[in-house]
């Protein structure tokens, strides 16, 4: 029977159906590791390294070992009472873990991760569950191997912190839960998936892209007309459609009041509004020729200056690099002109004058019009003003963001007044669905990151020309759907 690994854990919090394609399907299968990954697990392992070369007490470094030796030399390192074990692996049972750290508290062990991320969710503390099931992996062996010292394992994170991961500690008000609650729980259905007593299948969601399975999961999807194709409807709605309603196309000919009952569905967890919003969806992209529509009339800001504005940010090295605008005067699209303000190197001095000139940019054209696809642009914006408040403040940034004048396209005119009969509602999608082609083979956001990246060593001129021309594509494609929309009938 294959162990179950923290990967094992990890990846099913994912996707759930991640660690069965990877247990039980011919890897040939798989799709190339994408560049983006590889880089995202280069820089895991950079980091993990320089974070140990400044490691001020002894350790016990085991990482060029690997297998049973690994295992063996460990337990030789714990009988030693050795106070920092690096590289480690423990077994008990059918779990096997191989934590970063396993450190000597009291009379037993803590086991801890070094993440290349922040330790915690968001700006609330709220422990992340993918960090939190692996390391109590490695305490529930510890337990079993009675070598633990408590329920409280540790990441060290990119910033520099030891972030205390309290597996018994109460999250959530509403639906109370614990970290080892969760953890019991993944290991429940993972232990079920390595003995094929239980059987996953994919369901399309945003991970999908950058997974080795993409290509083999959506032709199995696209086969069997699966629900998650349609955009919001995700895996937990899917599960519980899915008994009564199998297909999309079974969907999109569905009797949807026999599934309603004054505010309530059949199915747990879908409101009736909800139900009805996806059944319409599912009649649009079943229906050959289908045209995208307005579900209520939809105005937008008349200015002579339109600004479509897209950022690009490496989030490992949370670095703004890039803030791209293409202007277009009085509606009309020849105007048009790219202004890009780009970091010419990874340093604060440059991320800020980037930001000022970017700013300055924007400040000079006011009034005008200013559209961006999602929240993340208003994210980023407000982070780099608290970072560099001599640039503005934080009023100018909500006046801006908050003015009549700027729209952030998807979240308040796409997502709420817009039908389309494609399978998700990402830009690319949409302006490619209109008729846009970006002049890159393989335009996204995590390319441009391995882009930049690579541009960091090498200062290849060709790749800070692709990084613009893609940003340059974003901004001309978010026009390319601000005018779709506008010339869109209202249903
Ligand atoms: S492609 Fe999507 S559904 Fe398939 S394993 Fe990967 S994340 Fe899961």
Not at 61 to 66: F, G, R, V
Not at 146 to 152: E, H, P, Q
Not at 378 to 405: G, N
Request: proline share 5%.
């Amino acid at each position: 029977m294959h162990p179950i690994t923290a990967t094992m854990l990890y990846d099913w919090t994912q996707c759930p159906h991640r660690p069965y394609v990877d247990l039980f399907t011919n890897r040939a299968k798989r799709d190339e590791t994408s560049p983006f990954v590889k880089l995202l697990w280069e820089k895991g392992t950079a980091y993990e390294l320089e974070v140990m070369a400044g490691v001020q007490q002894p350790v016990r470094d085991l990482s060029s070992y690997t297998g049973d030796e690994k295992e063996l030399r460990t337990i030789e390192a714990i009988q030693k009472e050795e106070p920092l074990i690096y590289g480690g692996r423990v077994t008990a049972d059918d779990l096997l873990g191989e934590p970063d750290l396993l450190r000597r508290e009291g009379d037993g062990y803590l086991a801890g991760d070094i993440k290349s991320g922040a330790g915690e969710e968001g700006d609330d503390g709220k422990p992340k569950k993918h960090y939190g099931v692996q390391l109590a992996l490695y305490t529930d062996i510890l337990e079993r191997l009675r070598l633990s010292n408590s329920r409280r394992p540790f990441v060290w994170d990119i910033h520099g912190n030891e972030v205390t991961y309290d597996l018994d500690e109460q999250h959530g008000k509403q639906s109370p839960w614990t970290m080892w609650e969760v953890y019991q729980d993944t290991l429940m259905r993972v232990r079920q998936i390595v003995a094929q007593e239980y059987q996953t299948i994919p369901a399309y969601c945003s991970g999908c892209k950058d997974c080795h399975w993409y290509s083999f999961c959506l032709s199995n999807l696209e086969r069997s007309d699966d629900l998650t194709l349609i955009f919001d409807l995700g895996r937990a709605k899917r599960d519980a459609m899915v008994d009564r309603i199998p297909t999309v196309s079974d969907l999109a000919v569905a009797e949807i009041g026999g599934f309603m009952s004054g505010k309530k569905t059949v199915f747990p967890g879908i409101g009736p509004s909800t139900l009805l919003k996806l059944h319409e969806r599912a009649k649009l992209v079943k229906t050959e020729g289908a045209s995208p529509y307005l579900k209520a009339p939809v105005s937008f800001p008349s200015s002579e200056i339109e600004l479509f504005f897209d950022i690009e940010v490496d989030p490992m090295r949370d670095f703004c690099y890039l803030h791209g605008f293409v202007e277009r005067r009085g509606g009309d699209s020849a105007t048009e002109r790219y202004n890009a303000f780009f970091a010419n190197a990874v340093n604060q001095e440059e991320e800020e004058r980037a930001f000022t000139e970017a700013w300055t940019y924007i400040s000079d054209r006011r009034p005008c019009a200013v559209y961006y696809y999602s929240h993340y642009e208003r994210t980023v914006w407000r982070r780099l003003q608290e970072k560099y408040p001599s640039v503005c403040t934080s009023d100018d940034i909500e006046s801006l963001f908050h003015s009549i004048d700027s729209v952030d396209l998807f979240t308040d005119v796409v997502r709420k007044v817009t039908e389309w009969p494609t399978r998700d509602y990402s830009l690319k999608t949409l302006a490619t669905y209109l008729g846009f082609n970006w002049r890159d083979p393989h335009p996204s956001g995590a390319n441009s990151i391995e882009w930049f990246d690579r541009w960091t060593k090498a200062k290849d001129e060709t790749i800070r020309k692709r990084i613009l021309e893609y940003n340059h594509d974003d901004c001309v494609a978010t026009r390319v759907l601000l005018d779709g929309i506008r010339e869109l009938q209202t249903a």
